[in-house]
Nanobody
Framework: QVQLVESGGDLVRPGGSLTLSCKAS????????MSWWRQAPGKERELVAS????????TYADSVRGRFAISRDNAKNTVYLQMDSLKPEDTAIYYC?????????WGQGTQVTVSS
């Protein structure tokens, strides 16, 4: 049974930091590129950051570049999103996604709220 389980979402003040985790099971994690997406109320889901199968290549949305960092640990079947200097506009549900040529999987999401 394929599962992607996100965790780490929370309420944080502007300027604060959070680390999100996404634990994968039920498939060969290292065969998949991984990414983080987010969806704010009333907005479309958008790509935040992505990494290739072994973490050697990463990409970021312009809005988070320099503040967020994606990483993965294939031994732990986990992808992370380190978020620093958080802003109210980062408030959203954050989802992880696994993709290769054959399959795409999504997690259920974790809520991040940035507010004073």
């Amino acid at each position: 049974q394929v599962q992607l389980v996100e965790s780490g979402g929370d309420l944080v003040r502007p300027g604060g930091s959070l680390t999100l985790s996404c634990k994968a099971s039920g498939f060969t994690f290292s065969d998949y590129a991984m990414s983080w997406w987010r969806q704010a109320p009333g907005k479309e889901r958008e790509l935040v950051a992505s990494t290739n199968r072994f973490g050697g290549s990463t990409t970021y949305a312009d809005s988070v570049r320099g503040r967020f960092a994606i990483s993965r640990d294939n031994a732990k079947n986990t992808v992370y999103l380190q978020m620093d200097s958080l802003k109210p506009e980062d408030t959203a549900i954050y989802y992880c996604k696994a993709i290769n040529l054959d399959s795409t999987y999504w997690g259920q999401g974790t809520q991040v709220t940035v507010s004073s």
